[in-house]
Every structure is written in structure tokens, then in C-alpha cells.
């Protein structure tokens, strides 16, 4: 069975602080994806990254990084230098090949206080 | 718009009544997902399609559940006789072809409450 676990339901840091968002999935295929989406209090989910099981190398983009461990089955979000704008909540998803729908996490709501 | 437009934005329904739910894909994509967000939780599916086939639809929770892609673009997500618990917003994405087939596009959803 497919599950995502985000067991931080809610962080508050600082202006300028770097924050780490866990998460942990749990497959039984060796092929699949992994997703972080942004949710702001708009509503609108917005697509942060994808990772490929087979691509363990991690990933930086400007203040965001990422972090994918299969040996711990963890794919950590760390924001660096957190800004305001960077309130929101953050899901961590994943979806088997050849099965379309994502499966995602409960979510961990982010407050970046100025 | 280049994004996912969904309407009406927030809908209020009595319990009992029938509400329709729409979603405009992203143009030449031909994946349609629904899912549906309760409050402080994360999205869960209910439906799939390619095109105008409804490949997948495990997640929708009961038969008062309906949802139509007739022409391979637009989608309709009907829901009947509404109940309390259908309280929640409903998020239509749509992905393009491969290579990046399941990124999936959401749009802003719709806040269906049932009073």
C-alpha cells in the first residue's frame, strides 16, 4: 500500500531561519515519483518538484533543497533563509508508475513569522 | 488564462440538492484528476480520465458521485442529493503527455458547503 507520513502538522520559525519539512512514504515498487506541492492560502496547489526512485542525487533550487534517502524512504524539503511569502502548507506526495493519481501526505502548514 | 480554472469558486448547498462542479484544463492536456481536500487535510483522489475516458474511478465515495469529460476537455463533477460530509474543496488537475505526464496542474478548487 502507498502512504505518505508528513508528522509535522505545523512549524513556526523566524524571518530568516532555515527550516526542514520531513517526510517519509512508504511502496512496494521499486519505480515511482516524488512530489512537494505549495498550498497558500489561495488554495491553489503549486507544484514544487518531482524526483524518480532512481535518482537519489539531491536537488537545490535557490532557497529551496531537497533531500531523497531511499535507504530511509525520507524526502525532506529544507527552505533556506525563510521568507514571509514562504507561509503556506506544504504537501509531500507520491505516485507508483502506471498508476496516475498522487497520494499525498496530510500536509504541514508552515509559518514564517517576520 | 494558461491554468486550471475551476468554478464556481464556493458553493453553498442546502442537504438534498444537486451541485455541479466544473473544471477547465490546462489547453492540449489530455489527463483530468479529481480530488477532494478536507479540512486540514491532504487532497484525495476520486477520479481519472485520458481523454474523454474515465480510466480510474476508485476514489469516488459513493454513487451520488458522477463525473463526465464528454468532449475530452471540459469536466463536470456532479455530485447528487448532497450530504454534510460532502463538505470539503474539490481540486480538478491536469497533467500533460510524457515525459512529464504525472505532473499534475491544480487549479484553485471549489469550496462546496453542504448546511
Known amino acids: 500500500a502507498q502512504k505518505v507520513t508528513q508528522a509535522q502538522t505545523e512549524i513556526s520559525v523566524v524571518e530568516k531561519e532555515d527550516v526542514t519539512l520531513d517526510c517519509v512514504y512508504e511502496t512496494r515498487d521499486t519505480t515511482y515519483y516524488l512530489f512537494w506541492y505549495k498550498q497558500p492560502p489561495s488554495g491553489e496547489l503549486v507544484f514544487l518538484i518531482r524526483?524518480?526512485?532512481?535518482?537519489?542525487q539531491n536537488e537545490i533550487s535557490g532557497r529551496y533543497s531537497w533531500n531523497f534517502q531511499k535507504s530511509t524512504s525520507s524526502f525532506n524539503f529544507t527552505i533556506t533563509a525563510s521568507q514571509v511569502v514562504d507561509s503556506a502548507v506544504y504537501f509531500c506526495?507520491?505516485?507508483?508508475?502506471?498508476?496516475?493519481?498522487?497520494?499525498f501526505g496530510k500536509g504541514t502548514r508552515l509559518h514564517i513569522l517576520p | 488564462g494558461a491554468g486550471v480554472s475551476q468554478s464556481p469558486r464556493y458553493k453553498v448547498a442546502k442537504r438534498g440538492q444537486d451541485v455541479a462542479l466544473r473544471c477547465d484544463p490546462i489547453s492540449g492536456h489530455v489527463s483530468l484528476f479529481w480530488y477532494q481536500q478536507a479540512l486540514g487535510q491532504g487532497p484525495e483522489f476520486l477520479t481519472y480520465f485520458q481523454n474523454e475516458a474515465q480510466l480510474d474511478k476508485s476514489g469516488l465515495p459513493s454513487d451520488r458521485f458522477f463525473a463526465e469529460r464528454p468532449e475530452g476537455s471540459v469536466s463536470t463533477l456532479k455530485i447528487q442529493r448532497t450530504q454534510q460530509e460532502d463538505s470539503a474543496v474539490y481540486l480538478c488537475a491536469s497533467s500533460p503527455e510524457p515525459p512529464a505526464k504525472n505532473i499534475q496542474y491544480f487549479g484553485a478548487g471549489t469550496r462546496l458547503s453542504v448546511l
Open positions: 506526495a507520491l505516485s507508483e508508475v502506471g498508476d496516475d493519481k498522487i497520494i
Open positions: 524526483r524518480n526512485s532512481f535518482d537519489e
